[in-house]
């Protein structure tokens, strides 16, 4: 992972007390405003967030006030304590002050300040370490009522692009602040870049000696209503970037030395690339098997500590001591692709924001992952080296969307990934059941669920993760939910077909036939297409002002089977759902013993409107409402030689769903279907 983290040993990890510097500005803590009290959160009324930037050299020092007031019993939990993250190798702490204001008294506890230092990996179970410190101080006796008022500095120091800087900062909060205060002072002969986002708030600018200074003060913002599902593009809240650069080859020639492709490699890993390169001669085949290669043999560990946050291992060390992050595995791979005559080079992106790249400011802490850029002839390849497990060829290869990403060795522009698009199914499942034919029988089940590109990909990896008997009993627990007594008939079954990139699995079950009659089951027997269009983002529609995410494309299809039965049935009430952002599309056929039903679901886009939300979440239902269906498959039609009776109203039918439906003259299809509400 490429990540702003680090902390080396023997670094001082001991926090400063000491009053703050003498060009640090002291501001009058502003009033609350009585109109938003509706609006705190946890306890705590904020009243001042001061935050003041002043450059030196080779870094700069950030002073930091915040104040607030403990306006309820919640409020002691989340504001007695306080908690300063920082890395040692980088960081410098100094606490200035700690202030009680109590019935207009100012009690000062910055003498009693003492902290807990300790770390933290809150990824270690991902295989990230980060050497993060966190300074946890425990204030004694705060009531409600409290004021509490304390300041930071934290003199910082950038182990790498040290003449680069950038901040950025929120101008509106989800709960009430009496003051958001920004100043940045800046040598005026080296002018800051400003962009807004999601705001036209600018800053007053003023001169100080041979510096700049930048202001923004923003008094009582209007609370804001965070929304889920908001894609990235898409500014929550309004903030602004600050930077010494407007350029991203500044970044991109930051860590470019570091990023070199090696030419040098330990003798087994050289002989497993010469290898490849005399088994396959084509640059596409040579690249997946430079990826595979990569991809399963280096597992993911993250050291991101210290430069480690920036600068990855050489990758001879990487390859002896068998792991890497992500930024190790793209060089390693990305000098792999060189050695084979294929063009590549290391990329840095976002894995979640990185589709609002472009809406900001150039920052290396812009990055949170390295991956690669390889071209072949007139084609670009983004690789992911940090995957694993992954199928297909050179044609037809998963490969990342990230929004955008900056290569190292490009033009200096970030460049737009690709976004992937499916033209068939990607998840397909397909369900056989037949229903006994005596009475001792067994009514049986065959599923064959197949998957293709991404899915294939994510199943192989959850395959590598999981036993067969634990995914078995899994799969088991679905069934058993819908059918009660349904047991397994044989092992289940994996094949995979890795250069395709299809996996296919297949599963078996039987239910005894008076399990089926139990609860009168074959009379209202449920048939669902479950995968599809489950999963959809359904967040509130009230005063939502975003669009939603839809996430990456789905196309899905599952087919149902029922035979051996005793009448024709209808799926004449299934109903199509197409909208400009999703498409459920519904087909049946029948035979006087079989019936087939068969959905397919896409999306279309990949975010709905903010006026759209109401219709769009509208369709979400009727996707749900039409896949899954009860039928009476206890029904048999009249023998010939009997006279017909008249058919019931059919629209009584779909009401009165419990019942058994009477007969219907001989050869006219009877719809038996009823939601399951």
Request: charged share 25%; aromatic share 10%.
């Amino acid at each position: 992972m490429l990540a702003d983290l680090t902390s080396p040993a023997g670094a001082d990890e001991s926090v400063r007390t000491r009053p703050a510097a003498d060009w640090i500005k002291t501001v009058d803590i502003p009033a609350a405003d009585p109109a938003r009290a509706d609006r705190i959160k946890n306890g705590i009324l904020w009243l001042l967030a001061d935050e003041q930037i002043i450059h030196r050299d080779h870094g700069y020092d950030d002073y930091s006030r915040s104040v607030y007031k403990i306006v309820d019993r919640p409020g002691l939990e989340r504001g007695a304590g306080i908690d300063l993250q920082f890395d040692p190798s980088r960081h410098k702490v100094t606490f200035n002050h700690l202030h009680i204001i109590r019935d207009g008294q100012v009690l000062d506890r910055l003498a009693e300040v003492k902290f807990d230092i300790f770390r933290q990996e809150k990824d270690a179970e991902k295989g990230v370490y980060d050497g993060w410190l966190t300074a946890h101080v425990n204030i004694d006796d705060v009531r409600v009522g409290d004021i509490i008022d304390f300041g930071e500095t934290y003199e910082t120091t950038p182990l790498i692009g040290k003449d680069l800087f950038f901040s950025t900062f929120s101008t509106e909060w989800d709960e009430p602040v009496g003051l958001i205060r920004t100043s940045v002072t800046w040598p005026a002969a080296q002018p800051l870049a400003i962009k807004p986002r999601g705001t036209k708030i600018q800053p007053v600018v003023t001169a100080s000696g041979s510096d700049t200074v930048y202001l923004w003060e923003i008094a009582n913002p209007k609370p804001i209503k965070v929304e889920e599902n908001l894609p990235a593009e898409f500014p929550a809240w309004g903030s602004i970037d600050v930077s010494s650069t407007a350029s991203w080859q500044s970044v991109a020639g930051a860590v470019q030395p570091y990023y070199k492709p090696a030419t040098a490699f330990p003798a087994a890993f050289a002989a497993k690339l010469d290898e490849i390169a005399a088994k396959y001669p084509q640059p596409g085949d040579r690249m997946i098997q430079a990826m595979r290669l990569v991809q399963d043999e280096i597992r993911y560990v993250s050291l991101s500590m210290g430069s480690g946050s920036y600068i990855p291992r050489d990758p001879a060390t990487v390859i002896q001591s068998g792991f890497g992050d992500c930024k190790d595995k793209a060089l390693l791979l990305a000098s792999a692709l060189q050695r084979l005559g294929i063009s590549a080079q290391v990329a840095l992106a976002d894995l979640d924001k990185g589709r609002a790249l472009d809406q900001h400011l150039p920052a290396i802490r812009a990055f949170d992952h390295a991956i690669v850029k390889a071209t072949i002839g007139a084609r670009t390849y983004w690789i992911d080296a940090t995957n694993y497990l992954q199928g297909g060829d050179a044609s037809d290869f998963w490969q990342p969307d990230y929004g955008f990403a900056l290569p190292l060795f490009g033009n200096g522009q970030l460049e737009k990934m690709p976004s992937p698009q499916l033209t068939s199914p990607s998840v397909k499942v397909a369900e056989d059941f037949s229903f006994p034919d005596k009475p001792d029988g067994h009514l049986t089940l065959s599923v064959l669920s197949t998957y293709a590109g991404a899915d294939a990909d994510d199943m192989r990896s959850s395959l590598a993760s999981r036993s067969l008997s634990d995914l078995s009993d899994s799969y088991l627990k679905y069934y058993s939910k819908r059918y009660p007594g349904i047991e397994s008939a044989a092992k289940l079954e994996i094949f995979d077909n890795r250069d395709g990139n299809i996996i296919n699995v297949r599963e078996s079950y039987q239910l005894p036939a008076q399990e089926l009659a139990a609860n009168d089951l074959a009379k209202n027997f449920p048939i669902k297409a479950a995968a599809l269009g489950t999963d959809l983002p359904t967040p509130t529609m009230v005063d939502r002002a975003g669009p939603i995410a839809l996430g990456a494309p789905i196309y899905r299809s599952h087919a149902i089977t029922v035979s051996n039965l005793k009448a024709r049935f209808s799926g004449e009430d299934m109903k199509n759902v197409v909208t400009p952002y999703l498409s459920l599309r519904s087909s049946w056929s029948n035979t006087p013993t079989t019936f087939e039903v068969k959905w397919d679901f896409r999306t279309l886009a990949t975010q709905v409107p903010a006026n759209a939300i109401g219709d769009y979440l509208k369709s979400v239902k009727d996707v749900g409402d039409n896949i899954d269906w009860s039928f009476n498959f206890a029904y048999q039609d009249a023998p010939e030689d009997l006279a017909p009776v008249a058919a019931p109203d059919r629209s009584k039918q779909q009401v009165i769903s419990g019942l058994l439906l009477v007969t219907v003259f001989v050869g006219i299809p009877l719809f038996m279907a009823f939601r399951r509400w």
